[in-house]
């Protein structure tokens, strides 16, 4: 059974690699998922561009899985030298947009949830939700899916991580920024420079060291991306304005962080959002253990992934490998599929 699952996860990786489906633009691939439920005689439901099923024998009374990976792809960068929606098979490496981040996850999960789904004798029920809009952090994707899909104990996120264990992941706040000043003449030297005012919190943002440093994730890093200021030559501008990527690790909630940034900079900051934050689970909890029965390796993931929108505890796991995505030509080993397979069920067999 977990042979032919396999074999029907590849060809619908395929056929999802060969259909466009940017993030907000997944109606198609969406379709394919659905098609592959219901082939196997499983019961969906969806929302938007989400497709969502729960094991046929579901219990309200039992502890809830979810089992989760994306099905939406960025757009290919220019460095593409293959047809980015061309499947195809070259010396063992499948090749195509989405085939490592994330489609080699997805199909695995979906043929993992299959093999589970008709099961009677459960300890644990499984959701699945194949999201959309993960790669925008789209307000349609996991997050909206929360409020529609039974309440979640702990979670499995496919992204490609080898198979090995990513037991924490760092959290994402992007910070628009803006110092102040008062305009007036270069040559006479009279006005408050906004750029010599915003260095100096720039030069704190390159220096401060958070107190707290977390055991799998390391420290919070804060990196300033963007600037701009000054309209011409010999005027001394009034603002200056830049943006500040903060990774944030599980030693600090996204809030606590912007609390420190604003008591010690005088810069006006502004967060996009404080809702990525980092995410984690006990490195003690059964499912970690599990993975590590089986040889598979914990870490911290500096990556951001469908975990930040989860209040739960969660693991992020799944065939292929993080540097491959995004990158031209992307590719997966069909290998990593069979064996990506092979250890979700053996992983989750330990405990279900």
Wanted: aromatic share 8%.
């Amino acid at each position: 059974m977990i042979q032919q699952l396999t074999k029907e996860a590849i060809e619908l990786l395929k056929k999802l690699i060969a259909t466009q489906s940017f993030s907000g633009e997944e109606n198609e691939t969406a379709l394919l998922i659905m098609q592959f439920l219901s082939h196997h005689d499983i019961s969906f439901e969806s929302d938007k561009h989400n497709v969502w099923a729960k094991n046929k024998h579901f219990d309200a009374s039992k502890k809830t899985i979810l089992l989760n990976s994306h099905h939406d792809t960025v757009k290919p960068n220019k460095g593409y030298t293959r047809d980015p929606l061309r499947a195809e098979v070259i010396d063992g490496k499948l090749y195509g947009l989405g085939s490592n981040d994330a489609g080699g996850c997805l199909v695995s999960l979906l043929a993992t949830f299959t093999y589970f789904y008709n099961r009677e004798d459960l300890k644990y029920n499984f959701v699945i939700v194949a999201s959309a809009e993960e790669e925008n952090s789209g307000s349609n994707g996991l997050n909206s899916m929360l409020k529609i899909i039974p309440e979640i104990d702990f979670a499995i996120v496919g992204e490609p991580t080898l198979m090995n264990l990513a037991i924490a992941e760092k959290g994402l706040m992007v910070m628009n920024c803006e110092g102040k000043g008062t305009p007036g003449h270069a040559a006479h030297g009279i006005g408050d420079n906004a750029i010599y005012n915003a260095i100096e919190d720039i030069n704190w943002f390159q220096t401060y060291e958070f107190p707290k440093v977390s055991e799998t994730l390391g420290k919070v890093k804060m990196t300033v991306t963007q600037i701009e200021a000054g309209s011409q030559h010999n005027v001394i501008p009034a603002s200056c304005k830049y943006v500040v990527d903060v990774r944030v690790t599980d030693a600090y909630s996204n809030q606590e962080v912007f609390d420190i940034i604003k008591e010690n900079v005088k810069s006006e900051v502004c967060p996009r959002s404080l809702r990525l934050n980092s995410s984690s689970i006990p490195k003690d909890h059964d499912i970690v253990q599990a993975g590590i029965k089986l040889g598979r390796e914990t870490y911290g993931s500096p990556t951001l992934s469908d975990q930040a929108v989860l209040s739960c505890p969660s693991l992020k796991l799944g065939p292929g490998q993080s540097l491959r995505s995004h990158t031209a030509d992307e590719f997966i080993y069909v290998s990593e599929i069979e064996e990506g397979v092979q250890l979700y069920i053996k992983i989750l067999e330990e405990i279900v």
